[in-house]
């Protein structure tokens, strides 16, 4: 990492030292209901949730989400808990780094760890990723390698998944009314969904963009947590 980090370190460790002395407990107990519920959304189809506002360009509005959250407190409150364990390991490595002095040898280890945490931590945070891949000024080059992949290798969320989604969203109990052909796996995945191809009745052949499910409510609530 690039430049006087000595703030971020403080932070981390003041970090560190609330999580183990004060919040864990609390952490252990919130934290679980989001993982649950990642667990459940990773195995079947989840239930379409409630969020702020639409999903559209032109739709973000920070007032209405902050109006939105108001009323939820325990939902920000499980995302906290989430991002603050599933981070808490890797910042306790960082903040050890610091103290050595950012040895070389560390870094592509590191780096390897920060994907696989925003691939974990979901859409939101693989497009963190993918932005900050390009931004040399402010990430070292090893990071920025790692962080590459999030531009054209994100996993790909389950085929049934997707399929159910499609079924869903198309009003259809069977997708050979709809298209004579359907890879079974995805031809590309991303941070916000994952392509298909496909080729209808008429012969017309297309891409099919299946969105992860529960995208929305976790980029909206990522956004307001971030905020």
């Known amino acids: 990492l690039q430049g006087d980090w000595t703030p971020y370190a403080t932070v981390m460790a003041v970090s560190c030292a609330a999580t183990v002395a004060l919040t864990l407990p609390a952490l252990l107990l919130t934290g679980a209901a989001e993982r649950k519920r990642q667990e459940r959304t990773a195995t079947s189809l989840p239930e379409e949730a409630e969020a702020p ?6 739709d973000y509005s920070p007032a209405k ?5 108001a009323k939820r407190p325990l939902l920000v409150a499980e995302r906290l808990a989430w991002l603050t364990q599933a981070t808490f390991a890797f910042n ?6 610091y103290l050595r002095g950012w040895p070389e040898a560390s870094e592509p280890e590191r780096a390897k760890e920060c ?4 691939e974990e931590l979901g859409p939101t945070f693989i497009k963190l990723g993918q932005a900050l891949s390009i931004r040399t000024d402010l990430i070292s080059e090893a990071y920025a390698l790692e962080l590459r992949k999030l531009q054209d290798a994100v996993p790909p969320f389950s085929d049934a998944q997707a399929t159910a989604i499609l079924r869903r969203d198309l009003g259809v109990r069977d997708l050979s009314d709809i298209f004579e052909e359907l890879t079974p796996s995805p031809i590309a995945s991303a941070s916000i969904g994952q392509v298909y191809k496909a080729k209808l009745r008429n012969g017309k052949v297309v891409a099919l963009k299946v969105q992860r499910p529960d995208c929305e409510r976790v980029v909206a609530l990522d956004l307001f947590v971030l905020r």
């Open 53 to 58: 506002y639409k999903g559209g360009a032109n």
């Open 65 to 69: 989400a902050e109006a939105f959250y």
């Open 92 to 97: 306790v490595k960082l903040l050890i780094d």
């Open 115 to 118: 994907l696989a945490l925003c």
